[in-house]
């Protein structure tokens, strides 16, 4: 450990004071992927606020991840469709630690479906989540980046660029995100905001494989394995810091080259 006093696992690939003197609003931070990358940000000096629909849910995750890491968080409950229930988050977050540096878009729902056998509402209710809800939140952010000359990161996915089956509400949502996010990078890349996508792949012990992915995915992947946390993790240090200051309207496939195979879906 070194005198920032921020406890960091000895197998980082990354300085553990990148991040000092920075926040982040994660959502989705309470779980899965994101409380990975809220986890991160906060190891390497980050202070962190973690959002999504239940509050007692984020709180038990804060206080795991306070005695993880040593790091600060603060949980504040708001569901992304709602603007009003955004807005009040980003004021708490605002009230609570007077700056925001990173956003990360993170707060998702999925499950598998047909097209056919899709119900209006279930169809509705992804591309609220997934786009509208990283709509809502970055426009309540936006001023608060462009104060901090801050960083966004957007969690989109690879179903969308090979037309995945049953996932034509997510596929649909994602690519939307892709192409706000692009649409960041030119609109706020004269304020100084950055603008990036990271698209994880199949990611062991998560929600989104356990409902989505078929069994033995992994012995397709071109690099042999499926993708851990942790490596989004990295990704996400890597836009967040200094090292990706000239890298913006882009998205980082994390997948282990798993969305170019021929066939798979
Ligand atoms: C068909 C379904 C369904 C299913 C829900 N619905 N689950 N339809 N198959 N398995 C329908 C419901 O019947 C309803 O339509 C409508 O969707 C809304 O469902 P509700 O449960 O009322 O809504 P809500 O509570 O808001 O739930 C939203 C949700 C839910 C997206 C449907 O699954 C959710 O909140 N998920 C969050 C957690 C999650 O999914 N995490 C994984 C993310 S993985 P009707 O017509 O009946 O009213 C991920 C990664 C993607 O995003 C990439 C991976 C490679």
Redesign the pocket.
């Known amino acids: 450990m070194s005198s920032t006093s921020v406890p960091v696992p000895t197998n980082s690939v990354f300085k553990e004071d990148i991040l000092k003197g920075k926040v982040a609003f994660v959502t989705g931070g309470g779980s899965?992927i994101c409380k990975g990358m809220a986890e991160a940000l906060a190891r390497h000096g980050a202070k962190v606020t973690i959002v999504s629909r239940t509050l007692s849910k984020l709180e038990a995750a804060a206080k795991e991840m306070r005695a993880s890491t040593g790091g600060e968080f603060f949980a504040v409950a708001a569901d992304v469709?709602d603007p009003k229930q955004v807005q009040d988050a980003v004021d708490k977050h605002m009230a609570h630690y007077g700056q925001l540096d990173i956003l990360v878009n993170g707060a998702?729902?999925?499950?598998?479906?047909l097209s056919q056998?899709?119900?209006?509402?279930?169809f509705r209710?992804?591309i609220e989540?997934?786009l509208i809800g990283t709509f809502n939140t970055t426009k309540c952010c936006f001023p608060h980046l462009k104060a901090s000359k801050g960083s966004i990161i957007n969690v989109t996915?690879?179903?969308q660029y090979n037309g995945t089956i049953m996932q034509s509400h997510?596929c649909a949502a994602?690519a939307g995100v892709d192409a706000m996010s692009l649409v960041w990078a030119n609109e706020w890349g004269p304020l100084g905001i950055r603008s990036n996508c990271i698209a994880?792949?199949?990611?062991a012990n998560?929600?989104?494989?356990s409902?989505?992915?078929p069994e033995g995915e992994a012995v397709r992947i071109p690099l042999g394995r499926m993708g851990e946390i942790r490596d989004i993790e990295h990704a996400t240090l890597y836009l967040a810091s200094e090292a990706a200051s000239y890298v913006t309207g882009q998205v980082l496939i994390v997948d282990g080259a798993n969305w170019l195979q021929p066939g798979l879906a």
Request: proline letters at 6%; zero cysteines.
């Open positions: 899965g469709r998702a729902g999925n499950f598998l479906s056998h899709l119900s209006f509402n279930a209710s992804v989540i997934d996915a690879t179903l997510a994602k994880p792949g199949p990611i998560t929600v989104g494989m409902k989505l992915a």
